[in-house]
């Protein structure tokens, strides 16, 4: 679904991503880890260009959403992404929020769209939120609505940057549960996170990131119980 | 005792003779008109300039229209660094050099290249404030940069701003006041033109500044209630 070509990414003199080779299936759930400036969220953020990368190749479904040629635009629609700091639009009601790019984009009419987010949201338990405006509602809430705003547009594939990183403790794990419920019904999921009690129980496949490379990748199992790279180990050894 | 009264009937007959001898209310309505329809589409062509110089100048950083920005650049920098009125003189003398040129269509046009330099400014300060992750959240769900721009990023940073244009746009009225050079017949002309009838300048301009106060005060009044009906999302 995700194949990804000697990706190189630099920022001015900083090189962030150092060549890495990878391909998603469709179905994985993809769970990628490492220290903070490891690089791991540029990767993230290069697999639907929100950072262009400076080498290399990304092919998504066939087209190379590199190439200058394709309209990314249409790409994404398909890519649903979710951010640390939610980015709801404060403007906006949790309807207006959810609504407004499958409508926009002509993908739905507003009828039809409405109805979705009412569907999507009494599925997370927040029907009584339609209405009111992100700032009303508390970080859980707000990053559950951010994933539905995503779910919304019917994308092939998730994107998670650090979903659980700006929240407080407690409210950790109701948009983790979401998360989980989404993995179950098999949508092609890639995750940063420091979550790694999330990535035991959900991930397919775990990477592992360290100065812009893939160091290490295997099952959650092999991974967390038997690290091979030295690295991964001091890593471990650190967080667990 | 006499002399106060005096005085008071003194001043009720200067005003009276600056409003009412000749109809001379109608001029100051008049004057009103002109200074009120100079205004408004000079802030409306203000806002249209504003919008688009401000977008081009943020957007110009990711794209290859570098040279637009130039252009943006070079008409900021003109505008806000030459004096308003000898603009007006420029642009009245320079461009609309035929006879029966609108000198009402030519104040609204020269006030508003002028005002959109500023509101230019106010604009890329305000988009500027919005966090970066707004134009991310915008894209990544398949919307394209203008469209994130115009349904995400201006209308917060409108609503940002609204003060600070508030503060433009009435200075923009109350500039429209040396109009008089290119001989429009707007308020203060007209309090002038009084004034040199009667004999007794200081009740039309007197006059005059009580009209600028009252138009002045109904677009701050009307702003606030526009500032109050944008904070709806601020509720917590």
Redesign the interface.
């Known amino acids: 679904m995700i194949v990804i070509k000697d990706l190189k990414k630099s920022f001015g003199n900083h090189l962030v991503l150092n060549g890495i080779n990878e391909k998603i299936e469709k179905g994985e759930k993809v769970v990628v880890i490492g220290p903070s400036g490891s690089g791991k969220s540029t990767f993230l953020r290069c697999l639907n260009l929100l950072e262009v990368p400076t080498e290399g190749s990304i092919w998504f479904e066939g087209n190379n959403i590199t190439d200058k040629n394709t309209d990314i635009n249409l790409i994404r629609r398909k890519m649903g992404m979710v951010f640390q700091q939610f980015n709801l639009f404060p403007h906006l009601t949790v309807m207006e929020n959810i609504t407004l790019a499958p409508v926009k984009l002509g993908v739905m009419s507003k009828e039809e769209a409405e109805q979705k987010a009412v569907e999507l949201l009494a599925r997370i338990g927040l029907s009584e939120k339609a209405k009111a405006y992100p700032n009303q509602l508390s970080g859980g809430q707000k990053q559950r609505i951010a994933i539905i705003r995503a779910l919304a547009m019917n994308p092939d594939v998730m994107l998670f940057d650090e979903p659980t990183s700006a929240l407080d403790p407690e409210m950790v794990g109701e948009v983790l549960d979401l998360m989980v419920q989404l993995a179950d019904e098999g949508m092609t999921m890639v995750v940063v996170t420091h979550e790694m009690r999330f990535a035991k129980k959900v991930a397919t496949r775990v990477l592992f990131m360290d100065e812009g490379r893939i160091v290490e990748q295997n099952t959650p199992d092999e991974f967390f119980n038997n690290p091979k790279h030295p690295r991964s180990k001091e890593f471990l050894s650190k967080i667990l | 005792m006499k002399a106060i009264t005096d005085w008071f009937i003194g001043i009720y007959q200067s005003f009276y003779n600056a409003l009412i001898p000749d109809r001379r209310y109608l001029a100051y309505l008049n004057g009103i008109k002109v200074t009120l329809l100079i205004s408004f589409f000079a802030i409306l062509l203000g806002i249209i300039i504003g919008i688009l110089v401000a977008v081009v100048k943020v957007s110009a950083v990711e794209s290859k229209m570098k040279w637009l920005q130039s252009i943006c650049d070079v008409y900021i920098t003109v505008i806000r660094g030459t004096p308003l009125m000898v603009q007006l003189l420029i642009i009245y003398n320079l461009v609309f050099t035929s006879r029966n040129t609108n000198e009402i269509v030519v104040g609204a046009i020269c006030f508003g290249i002028n005002s959109g330099a500023y509101v230019a400014e106010i604009i890329r300060a305000g988009i500027e404030s919005i966090?970066r992750?707004?134009m991310?959240?915008?894209?990544?769900?398949?919307?394209?940069y203008m469209?994130t721009m115009k349904?995400?990023i201006l209308?917060?940073a409108i609503?940002n701003i609204l003060p600070a244009l508030g503060n433009e746009f009435i200075v923009l009225i109350k500039e429209t006041s040396v109009a008089s050079v290119i001989a429009v017949t707007d308020l203060t002309q007209a309090a002038q033109y009084i004034g040199s009838r009667s004999w007794d300048v200081l009740p039309p301009l007197t006059i005059a500044a009580v009209c600028y106060l009252i138009m002045t005060m109904g677009l701050s009044k009307l702003l606030t209630s526009i500032e109050r009906r944008?904070a709806?999302?601020?509720?917590?």
């Open positions: 966090d992750g707004q991310e959240a915008g894209r990544s769900l398949g919307l394209n469209q349904l995400i209308p917060q609503k944008m709806r999302s601020d509720r917590h």
